[in-house]
């Protein structure tokens, strides 16, 4: 079993950056490929970015150029972040892990970032 716990969200100006944390618990971490998705009030959950257990990245073209995925794997520790950001960007993010990537068997609670105009 997988525990994930996002931090590092809150409210920013429209051009500020944050950076999101997915701490996960367990031994496997490295093996896990690691998503992040962002679901917005009366939307589907939609894709963000994800990262391999090699290392191969891939961002949502929303977000490409502005939005970096990384990994940490001594700290079991996934990032995303976040620069330029713009009121759209407004949603609940989760991280997700999983042993394929694109098939996500665990989930972070989510944490809340608000980009103000």
């Known amino acids: 079993q997988v525990q994930l716990v996002e931090s590092g969200g809150g409210l920013v100006q429209a051009g500020g950056s944050l950076r999101l944390s997915c701490a996960a618990s367990g031994d496997s971490f490295s093996s896990f490929a690691m998503g992040w998705f962002r679901q917005a009030p009366g939307k589907e959950r939609e894709f963000v970015a994800e990262i391999r257990s090699g290392g191969t990245t891939k961002h949502a073209g929303s977000v490409k150029g502005r939005f970096t995925i990384s990994r940490d794997n001594s700290k079991n520790t996934a990032y995303l972040q976040m620069n330029s950001l713009k009121p759209e960007d407004t949603a609940v993010y989760y991280c997700?892990?999983?042993?394929?990537?694109?098939?996500?068997?665990?989930w972070g609670q989510g944490t809340q970032v608000t980009v103000s105009s």
């Open positions: 997700a892990a999983g042993v394929f990537v694109g098939q996500y068997n665990y």
